[in-house]
């Protein structure tokens, strides 16, 4: 199974300011990587994929970058409606497909 | 419009068979290279896949539950199915549902989740 270390496990940040999340896979997963947003009380909804490729809708302050092992999720101008958990995605060797365990983000 | 909705029996026993159903619109699981995921997720816990069906019926498992669960689906009527045996406590969580495409094992849909409790 690809293992995905997912960093860090929180973060605070304050309006306008830029975050980045980082996720590791334990081999190359050749960006075959989705992340996803998972606002409290609501299911998650994928914002990246193919590591860089932003979904349908999703504000381009967002943007993923990566290769080989080592991948990250950029946000830009924070707004108070980033508020959220976020999770990395592997999909390129599966079954199993294998997520990170979440980094819950707020605002300072 | 895509759209997924789960549903399930909210609580059961430990060592009862759980079974959960997706009831879908928007695409169908007829169509060349769709599927769906289910997906869990304990309270403030990650997420935890389980499985996948595709439009040919191929269906592929995680392998540290796959001989408990069983993955179907009923095109005609836009539903597909998860059944876990033998749960317990552990199996508490909310289940999702997922819509994904052949070749590209992201999920870019997602149901609303049903909560299930398994407790004696």
């Known amino acids: 199974d690809i293992q995905m270390t997912q960093s860090p496990a929180s973060l605070s940040a304050s309006l306008g300011e830029t975050v980045t999340i980082e996720c590791r896979a334990s081999?190359?997963?050749?960006?075959?990587l989705a992340w996803y947003q998972q606002k409290p009380g609501n299911s998650p909804q994928l914002l990246i994929y193919d590591a860089n490729s932003l979904a349908d809708g999703v504000p381009s302050r967002f943007s993923g970058s990566g290769s080989g092992t080592q991948y990250s999720l950029k946000i830009n101008s924070l707004q108070s409606e980033d508020v959220a958990s976020y999770f990395c995605?592997?999909?390129?060797?599966?079954?199993?497909?294998?997520f990170g365990s979440g980094t819950k983000l707020e605002i300072k | 419009q895509v759209t997924l909705k789960e549903s399930g029996p909210g609580i059961l026993q430990p060592s009862q068979t759980l079974s959960l159903t997706c009831t879908f619109s928007g695409f169908s699981l007829s169509t060349y290279g769709m599927g769906v995921g289910w997906i869990r997720q304990p309270s403030g816990k990650g997420l935890e896949w389980l499985a996948n069906?595709?439009?040919?019926?191929?269906?592929y498992y995680n392998p540290s539950l796959k001989n408990r669960l069983t993955i179907s689906k009923d095109t005609s009527n836009n539903q597909a199915f998860l059944k876990i045996t033998n749960v317990d406590t552990a199996d508490t969580a909310t289940y999702y549902c997922?819509?994904?495409?052949?070749?590209?094992?992201?999920?870019?849909?997602w149901g609303q989740g049903v909560m299930v409790t398994v407790s004696s």
């Open positions: 997922a819509l994904s495409y052949y070749g590209y094992n992201y999920f870019d849909y």
């Open positions: 081999e190359d997963i050749y960006s075959n």
């Open positions: 995605q592997q999909y390129n060797n599966y079954p199993p497909l294998t």
């Open positions: 069906i595709w439009w040919d019926d191929d269906k």
